[in-house]
């Protein structure tokens, strides 16, 4: 990629082949990531909770087997470090639904059972500090009551969270009896419709789970940057007309080399892992 320098003072720009290029500033308006962090969780031991119907096959279970795990939603909040300026604690809960085939006895076959399991974290980044409320046509205004508190003095406004999480993976599960009394968390009505019912809480045995899951969590802000605009994003191309044939589309596909010879172990780069696991 050829270099670009800018004159601030001129309204245009050489690039590395000594051409003169002119350009616009313009002002748009981005989020900014002041600050984000990755994590590799591995959250043990996480309890399932079921309905009455699945529950009932859980409490006379032999073994259990996870077959898929996927997150519905999450809830965040986002409050400021005391005595620390600029820096948010951010409080992630994660609600996981845990798809299992719970084996009641030998020889029969398995029955296919859905619960939810929950997880949650804090992490503490940096999100600058504003004192502005910002107001946008397309929102309705919110009025926080803690701006009239004028003992406090200036109220700072949060800046954006943005969690983003993949697929979790089972490590292990196991059926377990129950020693002390579990506590069904808080289940926002959303995730209490994908059941359909009321989760119950086990009596006398319980599924536990153990799941790996990578997040990223980012703090952003909407800020005004000026930028050199080149000119309009104009399509360069026409859009293909659709065809029926089969055989054309089918045609139109490289052939899947890598499928039929996979890499060797030397060729993957296993060594530089970008987060830390917290399983040992």
Not at 221 to 234: A, G, H
């Amino acid at each position: 990629m050829s270099e670009v320098s800018i004159d601030n003072d001129a309204q245009t720009t050489q690039n590395g082949d000594g051409q003169e290029v002119q350009f616009e500033p313009v002002c748009i308006e981005v989020p900014r990531i002041y600050d984000s962090c990755g994590a590799k969780d591995c959250l043990r031991d996480l309890t399932v909770f079921f309905t009455a119907e699945d529950q009932d096959l859980v409490e006379t279970a032999a073994s259990v087997r996870v077959t898929k795990a996927s997150v519905l939603t999450a809830n965040i909040s986002v409050d400021s470090v005391a005595f620390n300026r600029g820096y948010y604690a951010v409080d992630v809960v994660f609600y996981i639904a845990v798809g299992a085939e719970v084996y009641t006895g030998r020889g029969t076959l398995p029955a296919t059972v859905t619960g939810l399991a929950t997880a949650s974290k804090r992490v503490v980044l940096y999100g600058s500090d504003a004192n502005a409320k910002i107001f946008s046509g397309d929102k309705t205004p919110e009025i926080d009551a803690s701006d009239f508190d004028s003992c406090n003095g200036a109220v700072s406004t949060a800046p954006k969270v943005t969690v983003q999480v993949s697929a979790p993976m089972a490590l292990a599960s196991s059926v377990e009896p129950v020693t002390a009394p579990d506590i069904l968390p808080f289940v926002p009505e959303a995730v209490a419709n994908y059941f359909g019912e009321e989760l119950v809480v086990p009596t006398a045995q319980h599924i536990l789970v153990t799941l790996g899951i990578f997040s990223i969590v980012q703090l952003s802000r909407n800020v005004q940057l000026m930028i050199p605009s080149y000119d309009f994003c104009v399509p360069r191309k026409e859009c293909a007309a659709k065809t029926d044939d089969p055989c054309e589309v089918f045609s139109k596909i490289e052939f899947p080399t890598e499928s039929f010879f996979p890499p060797s172990t030397a060729d993957t780069d296993s060594g530089s892992a970008p987060f830390g696991c917290g399983c040992e």
